[in-house]
């Protein structure tokens, strides 16, 4: 199989956001038309290099990158590939980090960078933080806006643990090292009006950092549906 430069974006692109689904392949540009993605894909599936799962719990076929890949995708990204979950909260979770990426490129951000390009650790204070969100949007003369989705399985003291990284992140510099901003927005969505009040109080007086708590359906994203 002749692989296009379509092809090695389309894969990367699974490679790193996981999981996607046949409307978020349209979505991001990728395809005109069904029929099209539906032909393309499946020469991508014969060659061994995309997956197709078959979920009773969501409507569409989903897809991911295979091992098989990982030569095309590169050295950076290919090992993501080597083990990768398909539990069905992993995919709820891929897929509605997707779809919020979607909807803040309609928003009007450039830019996308995903959660294996952020990944950062960094000692402040003598111990060791982690600042790995799930994503980041660039918007032209509006700075980074940070992106974490909640989807209520996380115990509020791991979140508070996350929101001291990020402060830690912005007020040691680490972020302009990392990021090439001094600052960002972190935007946080959620399930529910409640869990979002909840989250919302996990501050610190004084904090660097400006944190956005609202619901999918305030910020008008439709979150996976919920399955087990």
């Avoid at 295979?66 to 979950?85: D, M």
Wanted: with cysteine.
């Amino acid at each position: 199989m002749q692989l296009t430069e379509r092809d090695v974006h389309v894969l990367k692109d699974l490679a790193l956001s996981h999981v996607l689904s046949r409307d978020q392949l349209l979505q991001l540009g990728y395809f005109s038309t069904v029929t099209r993605l539906n032909t393309r894909i499946r020469g991508l599936i014969e060659a061994g290099l995309v997956k197709r799962l078959e979920t009773p719990f969501f409507a569409q076929s989903l897809y991911m990158a295979s091992p098989s890949a990982s030569e095309v995708v590169g050295l950076r990204i290919g090992p993501l590939l080597a083990a990768r979950s398909g539990s069905p909260r992993f995919l709820q979770h891929a897929l509605s980090v997707t779809n919020t990426r979607i909807s803040l490129a309609q928003k009007g951000a450039s830019a996308w960078r995903f959660e294996q390009q952020l990944k950062t650790l960094f000692v402040s204070g003598g111990k060791t933080h982690e600042v790995r969100p799930d994503g980041l949007a660039m918007f032209p003369g509006k700075g980074l806006l940070a992106v974490e989705v909640d989807l209520g399985h996380v115990n509020p003291a791991k979140f508070a643990e996350k929101l001291r990284a990020y402060e830690a992140f912005i007020a040691t510099g680490e972020c302009t090292r990392a990021w090439g901003e001094p600052s960002f927005r972190l935007l946080t969505l959620t399930t529910g009006t409640l869990r979002a009040k909840h989250l919302a109080r996990i501050v610190t007086e004084g904090s660097p950092l400006v944190n956005d708590v609202l619901t999918f359906d305030q910020f008008g994203v439709k979150a996976a549906s919920n399955w087990s």
